[in-house]
């Protein structure tokens, strides 16, 4: 698929610079991203955003599959800067025809992610474990501050779920758990699905 996309996701960071805070970037296998998204597809309407993106797999993947808005936030210099690579070198196929250049539609951010002023068009939020408890919950209340400013239904989506995530979540948060996809590892390991959580806003 990167061949594909005419993009480079695939390397495993290994340089030891990942911490109880931030953990370290491991892209989520495509046949993963195919097996979530069919089960939960996104519309060409979308805007979602991908803590801890890496080199940006998710974000091209979803914009080529739905044509959807997408965000990556990504502390480690040397991955944001792939990120900006490959932004320039993807190819999205629209009805056979190829489009190359800087996509306006995929964004990125050299930040932390506790730093981060969430958008307030981005109503899907994607999270393969990246950081600690503590920078969770701090991006959360970015979220709260931002469904403050523009009310919406938003959308969280755990791949891998951390156990103090789901509790906090559940304990502490209006969001509700709406459904769990487990994956192909699941009977050996409960970690293997993802969970959806999503905050309704009153109409």
Do not use: W
Not at 72 to 87: D, H, Q, R, S, T
């Amino acid at each position: 698929m990167d061949k594909t996309l005419h993009i480079v996701t695939e390397q495993i960071q290994n340089d030891g610079t990942d911490t109880y805070y931030c953990h370290r970037y491991e892209p989520s296998p495509y046949s993963v991203l195919d097996y979530i998204f069919t089960e939960y597809p996104l519309s060409k309407s979308d805007v979602l955003i991908d803590f801890g993106c890496g080199m940006g797999r998710l974000n091209f993947y979803l914009n080529h599959r739905f044509h959807c808005k997408t965000i990556g936030v990504e502390l480690n210099p040397v991955y944001y800067e792939a990120c900006i690579k490959n932004n320039a070198s993807y190819h999205r196929h629209t009805k056979g025809a190829k489009e190359q250049a800087t996509y306006p539609d995929i964004r990125f951010y050299h930040e932390s992610a506790d730093s981060y002023v969430v958008d307030d068009t981005i109503n899907h939020f994607y999270f393969f474990n990246p950081f600690s408890i503590e920078i969770f919950r701090k991006v959360i209340d970015h979220i709260y501050e931002s469904l403050d400013r523009v009310s919406r239904s938003v959308t969280l989506l755990l791949y891998y779920p951390d156990a103090e995530y789901t509790y906090y979540l559940d304990t502490c948060t209006p969001f509700d758990l709406i459904t769990e996809i487990p994956l192909s590892g699941y009977a050996k390991n409960v970690q293997e699905r993802v969970v959806v959580y999503r905050y309704c806003h009153d109409l």
